[in-house]
């Protein structure tokens, strides 16, 4: 029998939700319970096609991100939860199927979908417990990392304080580091992204 759990209204509208991965893995089985996930989700979106949302205001998904969403790949359900993410100022439906996709791909350990779920958190369901939670989940997730994309949301999480005190000298320690990962990936980084002062900070030491 399927666990189910109320999570909230949506437009005066209480929204029943199958309990997601990890808040139901006891006694379930771990790969039934994500089919179970995936196939409510999808008949979500399915009721968003027949309410005729998805025309010139939300176009459909790319095929090839809703496959590998489908076939739990957490880029795929990160990138689909990211694309209806987009979307929410549209239909409020989208922020049910954000948080679904974007869950999956966060409890999977994927460090941007955590950052990004604490964010619908924070701005669409005001529960600010949960988002400063998958915030904390985002940054260990990123300190394990050693890519540029790790080290630039490091950057921007100091020093904006995102889910943990503004921390200004960490901010300068990651915007250097995103500079010199980039260099080493032969990638361009995006100064524009860092703001002023840490830019000059960058600049002075990639000078040494």
């Avoid at 437009?11 to 997601?20: A, D, N, S, T, V």
């Avoid at 974007?102 to 369901?125: P, V």
Wanted: net charge neutral; glycine share 6%.
């Amino acid at each position: 029998m399927q666990t189910k759990k109320i999570i909230g209204f949506l437009g005066g509208i209480l929204i029943i939700q199958p309990y997601l991965l990890a808040e139901s893995m006891h006694g379930t089985n771990e790969p039934q319970q994500q089919q179970t996930n995936v196939d409510e989700v999808l008949k979500m979106q399915k009721r968003l096609y027949k309410k005729g949302i998805f025309r010139s205001a939300i176009p459909a998904p790319p095929d090839d991100m809703l496959q590998r969403a489908i076939k739990g790949e957490m880029e795929g359900q990160y990138q689909l939860g990211g694309w209806f993410y987009e979307y929410i100022v549209y239909e409020e439906q989208c922020v049910q199927i954000s948080e679904s996709w974007l869950k999956m791909a966060a409890l999977q350990g994927l460090a941007e979908a955590q950052w990004q779920l604490g964010h619908l958190y924070r701005n669409y369901r005001n529960n600010e417990q949960l988002a400063k939670s998958w915030f904390k989940k985002s940054i260990t997730s990123f300190e394990k990392r050693t890519d540029s994309t790790a080290y630039k949301f490091l950057y921007a999480i100091y020093y904006d304080g995102t889910g943990t005190e503004v921390n200004i000298e960490k901010a300068k320690e990651y915007a250097l580091k995103y500079v010199t990962r980039c260099q080493q990936e032969k990638t361009q980084p995006r100064w524009i992204d860092l703001e002023p002062e840490i830019r000059e900070y960058v600049l002075e030491q990639t000078k040494k």
